[in-house]
């Protein structure tokens, strides 16, 4: 394994480190870990809580700022956060107007962010939740019930991050979560794997020439196994199960995010963006909004992943509106 | 080889397609071929012009816009853009106050843009052009007389940016240029190698515990193989060469760039920072400002870079000022 770490039981622990040096507009707690805005709580603002397994950097750290996140509780790599970081995340954001917790639909994730709602609702303190489950490849997942949460989290933490700021109380920034989520689809792909540093190994094996139609963030198996197809082709795989799942009518618009799973060059992101641009415009769909980065990747895995958002006016006010965080920044 | 592309042909042209498709705000020239502000020229602005052999983006597509490029001249993949495409790029930027070529220090690129100043002073364009030459690890290598430009031409485009955008003119900028590249350092390293599309297998092999330390940015020889070592002596071989090269004395400040080599994920790139961030203390040197993430990376090699830029007030202040690129935002 060449990874540039120290000590595999460190990795996490040292990259706050480095991201609290970096980024003075950050705080990290260490005990129990989670990044919080400098300046929270923010009176009278919902708070914003997200958080999940290391090894998808920027998600979640990396997007907490103004406009966006107040905090975010990593976990070990690919490894789910304990209710105690969230629990006292949610306490440090809490402005008196509640708190969202955005949270990945993964079975640990989703029940100790319940059990930290639990515990921050006996202090007193109004929290909601929203779980993402964005993911159209599979029902059902190695660590998951239902459908898995991926890309549409970064554009959900964007948007209801932005709803937060303008004021909106709870209830509002919920609800407009809901909606991103109802309107999010996303499908991956992999081309080889990523090693956990604690693992040591691939987390799968692929074949030489083989790629993962379908696959899941911490390389859930997907749909399928098959020969290394083209970018177009690849696109096809990707884009069509997402309009099959959420059709879009003529004329309707999106926000296309196309993620590198870490590996991946922009070069090739770009390749991928222009075949999805031209299978969306044959469909008479307009990409309105459009996001092309690793954003939520998998460690070093190389491939990508699509996540489509079907816009209205609202969301696409609240995608533009300033925002200020290490990994997505404009306006301010 | 596995890639998310169509034909090796035709990576550099289709990712050039998907960048027009996702930023309105640039324009793309096919033949020959460019990349610049749909705004351009600029009337009364100095104009600047890079390119570079294509591999390593954002560099140098993705910095082109308000506040930093006029326009990027992109080759095939590691290979040198032509005079024709430096030329025409050149005129296109051209609002009457003259234009800069940012140059990175590999044989074919620096004679080629001389070949374009030529011609495009023939044509009564006022030209200038500053050569980056900012990599410590060798003395000369396979594509480059004396030392290779490196992660100093992305700061430099950016500082010069804000000047030109400020106003100042065609001599001011240029020294402006020289001035950074004066104080600008790097040195990079690789864990493995990446794969060329047209080569189909990687540049180089290194052993399965072996690491390259002083790598160039297409896998030119660097200083030494060794056995793989923690970030935190990775983050010493890289940055003491450089402190050698440019001491600092006592309270100097640095902008601090650590960048990967395109497949190692910001987790690894926030270990190594905060290595860097602990040596740099030792020596009483500040960090002003940090740049983190993949600017100039190698297609999917992974590994990092550092770069160290001695900032003085006036390269901090057009650091901080405003910039709309697809790659690097803020301020707008």
């Known amino acids: 394994m060449k990874k540039l770490i120290n000590a595999t039981d460190d990795v996490v622990v040292e990259a706050l480190e480095g991201m609290e040096r970096a980024h003075t507009s950050l705080k990290v707690v260490y005990d129990p870990k989670y990044v919080v805005r400098a300046d929270a709580p923010v009176a009278g603002k919902v708070g914003i809580v997200s958080g999940g397994g290391s090894g998808h950097e920027p998600m979640h750290g990396g997007f907490v700022g103004m406009g966006m996140l107040d905090a975010a509780c990593p976990g070990?790599?690919?490894?789910?956060?304990?209710?105690?970081?969230?629990?006292?995340?949610?306490?440090?954001?809490?402005?008196?107007?509640?708190?969202?917790?955005?949270?990945?639909?993964?079975?640990?994730?989703?029940?100790?962010?319940?059990?930290?709602?639990?515990?921050?609702?006996?202090?007193?303190?109004?929290?909601?939740?929203?779980?993402?489950?964005?993911?159209?490849?599979?029902?059902?997942?190695?660590?998951?019930?239902?459908?898995?949460?991926?890309?549409?989290?970064?554009?959900?933490?964007?948007?209801?991050?932005?709803?937060?700021?303008?004021?909106?109380?709870?209830a509002a920034v919920k609800e407009l979560c809901e909606r991103v989520n109802a309107n999010g689809r996303s499908m991956g792909m992999a081309l080889p794997s990523c090693t956990v540093p604690a693992a040591g190994k691939p987390t799968f094996e692929l074949g030489d020439d083989e790629m993962e139609i379908g696959i899941g963030i911490h390389g859930e198996p997907g749909r399928e196994r098959r020969p290394v197809a083209s970018a177009a082709e690849v696109a096809k795989m990707l884009v069509e199960p997402i309009l099959a799942d959420l059709p879009y009518s003529e004329g309707e618009k999106a926000l296309v995010f196309v993620n590198s799973m870490g590996g991946t060059p922009l070069i090739e992101l770009y390749i991928i963006y222009n075949e999805v641009a031209k299978i969306l415009a044959e469909h008479g769909v307009e990409i309105a909004r459009n996001l092309i980065g690793p954003y939520i990747p998998s460690l070093e895995m190389q491939g990508c992943s699509i996540t489509m958002l079907k816009l209205d006016d609202e969301m696409t006010e609240l995608w533009d509106a300033t925002v200020s965080t290490p990994a997505l920044r404009w306006g301010a």
């Open 76 to 170: 070990e790599v690919f490894t789910s956060p304990t209710p105690d970081q969230m629990l006292e995340a949610t306490k440090a954001v809490d402005g008196g107007a509640g708190v969202l917790h955005i949270v990945k639909n993964y079975t640990g994730d989703v029940l100790n962010f319940e059990m930290a709602a639990e515990l921050a609702a006996a202090d007193g303190i109004d929290v909601e939740a929203v779980v993402i489950d964005d993911d159209v490849a599979v029902q059902d997942s190695s660590f998951t019930a239902g459908r898995r949460g991926v890309g549409a989290t970064v554009l959900a933490e964007k948007i209801c991050g932005a709803a937060a700021e303008a004021g909106r109380d709870l």
